[in-house]
């Protein structure tokens, strides 16, 4: 069982900067896939970006591309999410999740965290 804790949420201006952590309780965290999501009340969960087992595969959702980016860090067993220029429909809950393979469709992750909101103003 992965247990997942994101931190780094908050309040920021739109154009502003956020770095977000996703930190696994699992040894055999760099066994992992690692993906972003979120959420919107009232809408599905969306992909954001997604990392593989030793960061060689990354992808991206339409919406971040050129704007985020995911990393990990393997010792740490963290990975993150470094969020740019900042708009306000990036307002959400941001959720990181885990599984063997990396994949875009959240319902190919099996664990999840508890999730951190990001609130974007205008």
């Known amino acids: 069982q992965v247990q997942l804790e994101e931190s780094g949420g908050g309040l920021v201006q739109a154009g502003g900067s956020l770095r977000l952590s996703c930190g696994a309780s699992?040894?055999?965290?760099?066994?992992?896939?690692m993906g972003w999501f979120r959420q919107v009340p009232g809408k599905e969960h969306e992909f954001v970006a997604a990392?593989?087992?030793?960061?060689?595969?990354?992808y991206y959702g339409d919406s971040v591309k050129g704007r985020f980016t995911i990393s990990r860090d393997n010792a740490k067993n963290t990975v993150y999410l470094q969020m740019n220029s900042l708009k306000p429909e990036d307002t959400a809950v941001y959720y990181c999740?885990?599984?063997?393979?990396?994949?875009?469709?959240?319902?190919?992750?099996?664990?999840w965290g508890q999730g951190t909101q990001v609130t974007v103003s205008s």
């Open positions: 999740a885990a599984d063997y393979y990396v994949s875009t469709k959240g319902n190919e992750y099996a664990y």
């Open positions: 990392i593989s087992w030793n960061g060689g595969r990354t």
């Open positions: 699992e040894r055999t965290f760099s066994s992992y896939a």
